[in-house]
């Protein structure tokens, strides 16, 4: 499952579309976690699509992720600034890849 203190246990490596990215990274095989608000992570997660589907205001746009060992497409959380904390997404995803800090 994704760290709730990645925060702290980890380093803002990057930006992508406007957020955060923490790493480590080191493409294709590790991606870290894209995010901050409403963090994926993107070597937990396995495209299972529950999230974008679910997401009243459609925070997520899938990005390619060629070559990552879990799966080819990943759960970009693009919009986070429109997420309302119904946490729906967090409850919904198979494999715990997303954190959403309610506050
Ligand atoms: Fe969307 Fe709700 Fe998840 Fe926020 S908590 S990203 S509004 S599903
Ligand atoms: Fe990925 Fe979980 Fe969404 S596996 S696509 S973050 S439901
Ligand atoms: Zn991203």
């Known amino acids: ?23 480590p990274v080191d493409e294709p095989e590790k ?3 894209h ?23 459609d925070v997520f746009e899938w990005v390619d ?7 080819e497409l990943k759960a970009d959380p693009a919009n986070e600034s429109q997420c309302i904390d119904c946490m729906l997404c967090v409850d919904v995803c198979p494999v715990d890849a997303i954190d959403v800090d309610a506050g």
């Open 65 to 71: 992720t060629p070559d990552h060992p879990e799966s």
């Open 1 to 23: 499952a994704i760290d709730p203190q990645f925060d702290d246990n980890r380093e803002q490596v990057d930006t992508h579309k406007g957020h955060d990215v923490w790493g």
């Open 35 to 57: 995010g901050t608000h409403v963090a994926v992570d993107f070597d937990i997660c396995i495209a299972d699509g529950a999230c974008v589907e679910d997401c009243p205001v």
């Open 31 to 33: 991606l870290g976690i």
